[in-house]
C-alpha cells in the first residue's frame, strides 16, 4: 500500500512541475503595444454610379460596399451628394423611378424594370440607368432595356463607359 500512495504522492507532484516548466515561457514585464487605432473605419470598396455633368452623363464612384444593380440604381434616383453637387453633378433619374428590378432576358440582355412609364424619361435618363445598370460587365458591352408603365427603351450600351473616378 504505501508504494501506491508514494507512486500516487509523486505523479501529483510531477503534474504541476511540467506544466510551469514544460512551455518554455520565460517571464517578462509588462510589454505595451502602443495606443490602439482612432477614427472611423473606412469601406474599401466602390460603388460606381452614373451622373449627369454639363449635359453629358459621367462615371462617379463612392465609397461603399458591394450593391445589387437594383440598390446602385436606387441610389441613382435619390440623387448626388452634397459633395457631388459641389462638383456640377445631378440626376435625371427621377425619385419616383424606383423600385427597381434587374433581371436578364432569354437572349442575356439586361431589362431594367421601373415604376414609371419608361417613354416619360429623359435620354440621359436612360442613359444614366443603362451604364449604371451595366457596372460590372467584365464580359464587354452589355445592352439594357429600360420598361416601365407598359413601355419599353432599347435595348441600349452604354456610350458613357469611362474609367470612373473622383467627382469633378
Same mark, same amino acid.
Given at each position: 500500500?504505501?508504494?501506491?500512495?508514494?507512486? +500516487?504522492?509523486?505523479?501529483?507532484?510531477?503534474?504541476? *512541475?511540467? @506544466?510551469?516548466?514544460?512551455?518554455?515561457? +520565460?517571464? /517578462?514585464? @509588462?510589454?505595451?503595444?502602443?495606443?490602439?487605432?482612432?477614427?472611423?473605419? #473606412?469601406?474599401?470598396?466602390?460603388?460606381?454610379?452614373?451622373? @449627369?455633368?454639363?449635359?453629358? #452623363?459621367?462615371?462617379?464612384?463612392?465609397?461603399?460596399?458591394?450593391?445589387?444593380?437594383?440598390?446602385?440604381?436606387?441610389?441613382?434616383?435619390?440623387?448626388?451628394?452634397?459633395? !457631388?453637387?459641389?462638383?456640377? *453633378?445631378?440626376?435625371?433619374?427621377?425619385?419616383?423611378?424606383?423600385?427597381?428590378?434587374? /433581371? /436578364?432576358?432569354?437572349?442575356?440582355?439586361?431589362? &431594367?424594370?421601373?415604376?414609371?412609364?419608361?417613354?416619360?424619361?429623359?435620354?440621359?435618363?436612360? !442613359?444614366?440607368?443603362?451604364?449604371?445598370?451595366? &457596372?460590372?460587365?467584365? !464580359?464587354?458591352? &452589355?445592352? &439594357?432595356?429600360?420598361?416601365?408603365?407598359?413601355?419599353?427603351?432599347?435595348? +441600349?450600351?452604354? +456610350? /458613357?463607359?469611362?474609367?470612373?473616378? !473622383?467627382?469633378?
Amino acid at each position: 500500500m504505501r508504494a501506491g500512495l508514494a507512486r +500516487r504522492l509523486l505523479a501529483a507532484g510531477l503534474v504541476p *512541475l511540467a @506544466v510551469l516548466t514544460g512551455c518554455g515561457v +520565460r517571464p /517578462s514585464g @509588462v510589454i505595451t503595444g502602443g495606443a490602439p487605432p482612432k477614427g472611423a473605419v #473606412v469601406p474599401t470598396s466602390t460603388v460606381t454610379l452614373f451622373l @449627369v455633368k454639363n449635359g453629358r #452623363v459621367s462615371a462617379v464612384t463612392r465609397l461603399g460596399g458591394r450593391l445589387s444593380q437594383a440598390d446602385r440604381l436606387t441610389l441613382l434616383a435619390a440623387g448626388a451628394t452634397d459633395r !457631388e453637387r459641389a462638383h456640377g *453633378l445631378t440626376t435625371d433619374v427621377p425619385p419616383e423611378a424606383g423600385p427597381f428590378s434587374v /433581371s /436578364s432576358d432569354p437572349a442575356g440582355q439586361l431589362v &431594367v424594370t421601373l415604376a414609371t412609364p419608361a417613354g416619360e424619361l429623359s435620354t440621359l435618363a436612360v !442613359e444614366q440607368i443603362v451604364c449604371t445598370a451595366s &457596372v460590372p460587365a467584365p !464580359e464587354g458591352p &452589355v445592352r &439594357v432595356t429600360v420598361a416601365g408603365g407598359g413601355q419599353k427603351v432599347g435595348p +441600349r450600351q452604354c +456610350r /458613357s463607359m469611362g474609367r470612373p473616378g !473622383e467627382p469633378g
